[in-house]
């Protein structure tokens, strides 16, 4: 699902949130990021079997210093030091790291889910896109 299918404005804080995507739409995903000005970081988790995996790859893919990846705190610190306009991570792969890591799937998706509300609260734009594993439906996006 496109911006444009979600209905929602990357422009528009109150509407952060993690947004459930299919697996074709990061390229639009990507445009829209690009033509709202924020800042883009697409994050591959086909690897990562842990939570501290993820931490690392979040944090590099997002051109954070790697002390950034100590923590779910710290990532956030080093997120918000460098948010400018407002950020967009597209994640790749979420599926599958879920499968591998259920536990740090869900470590994960509450932390980004804190990060978005923090933003929300902020005014600041922030967006995550994943795919969600099919028995899951929930969507975390802030209702404005």
Not at 2 to 13: E, P, S
Not at 22 to 32: A, F, K, R, S
Not at 96 to 106: D, K, L, M, N, Q
Not at 111 to 122: D, I, Q, T, V, Y
């Amino acid at each position: 699902m496109t911006t444009r299918v979600l209905g929602i404005d990357l422009h528009d804080a109150g509407r952060d949130g993690v947004y459930r995507v299919d697996p074709d739409d990061p390229v639009t995903l990507v445009g829209d990021a690009q033509r709202a000005g924020l800042a883009l970081a697409r994050i591959d988790l086909s690897d990562c079997h842990n939570e501290a995996a993820a931490l690392e790859r979040i944090a590099a893919q997002a051109g954070l210093p790697p002390a950034a990846s100590g923590s779910w705190v710290q990532l956030d610190a080093a997120l918000r030091a460098d948010e400018g306009a407002g950020r967009v991570l597209l994640f790749d792969h979420a599926v599958t790291f879920c499968r591998a890591a259920p536990e740090a799937y869900t470590a994960c998706r509450r932390a980004l889910e804190g990060m978005a509300r923090a933003g929300h609260a902020r005014g600041v734009p922030f967006f995550v896109f994943m795919a969600f594993p099919d028995n899951e439906t929930r969507d975390a996006a802030i209702d404005a």
